[in-house]
């Protein structure tokens, strides 16, 4: 079975400070893993993805997210927080790896940022 | 151009009714999914589909059904069994996984209320 876990619902940073959004996921083989961000009353978009290839990946906006196997995690970074940054986050692994497969969204994390 | 089409955007059911929601896509992708999104808690996995003729339960499957007859269409039908249907649906397709471009497509989706 394959699961994950956003393991802050909330996240509140101030404007310039670093931001670190925890993803842990639990799964019998290696998956490929998403981030998406939501901005309020608007759709989805892709933030970056890991698939099996280097284990730190660069996304959109100034994010990055590096896979630890060891840790079963895929924790989405940015060392300096915009306003625009404030939206809701989803880590989703896809169980099928490299193949298609279940795609199940991570609970989600509420980034807010103070000015 | 190429996208992913939900209809209708706004829909009423009414108590013990059936009622299908249309998605369809036109980007020749193999892998289609349907999310149900309520506020504060994310996106949840009702059924997906790899390929024509199949599909898969996701995590809340009960009370829907879908069918997949035709690589473009993937509609969703919320049945009376359905007891709290009222939400905000979204379809979304997928290009094989390993490809540059791989990422969900999502529709604008359907916002399903109870009368």
């Known amino acids: 079975a394959q699961s994950v876990t956003q393991l802050d619902s909330h996240v509140s940073v101030s404007e310039g400070t670093p931001v670190l959004l925890r993803c842990n996921y639990s799964?019998?083989?290696?998956?490929?893993l998403f981030w998406y961000v939501q901005h309020p009353n608007k759709g989805l978009q892709l933030l970056l993805k890991?698939?099996?290839?280097?284990?730190l990946v660069k996304g959109i906006n100034g994010f990055e997210a590096e896979f630890k196997k060891s840790e079963t995690s895929f924790h989405l970074t940015k060392p300096s927080a915009h306003m625009s940054d404030a939206a809701e986050y989803f880590c989703?692994?896809?169980?099928?790896?490299?193949?298609?497969?279940?795609?199940?969204f991570g609970q989600g994390t509420i980034l807010t940022v103070h000015p | 151009d190429g996208g992913i089409t939900q209809s209708p955007k706004y829909l009423f059911r009414k108590e013990g009714q059936n009622v299908t929601l249309s998605c369809e896509q036109n980007?020749?992708?193999?892998?289609m999914y349907w999310y149900r999104q309520d506020p504060g808690q994310g996106l949840r996995l009702i059924y997906y589909?790899?390929?024509?003729?199949?599909?898969q339960k996701g995590d809340i499957a009960e009370g829907y059904s879908v069918s997949r007859e035709k690589k473009e269409s993937f509609p969703l039908t919320v049945t009376s069994a359905q007891k709290n249907p009222t939400a905000f649906y979204l379809c979304?397709?997928?290009?094989?996984?390993?490809?540059?471009?791989?990422?969900?497509?999502f529709g604008s989706g359907t916002q399903l209320s109870v009368l």
């Open positions: 979304a397709s997928r290009p094989f996984p390993g490809q540059v471009n791989e990422k969900l497509f």
């Open positions: 799964s019998s083989y290696s998956p490929s």
């Open positions: 890991y698939t099996s290839a280097a284990t």
């Open positions: 989703v692994p896809n169980a099928g790896g490299t193949s298609y497969g279940k795609l199940t």
């Open positions: 980007l020749n992708h193999d892998a």
């Open positions: 589909s790899q390929i024509v003729n199949d599909f």
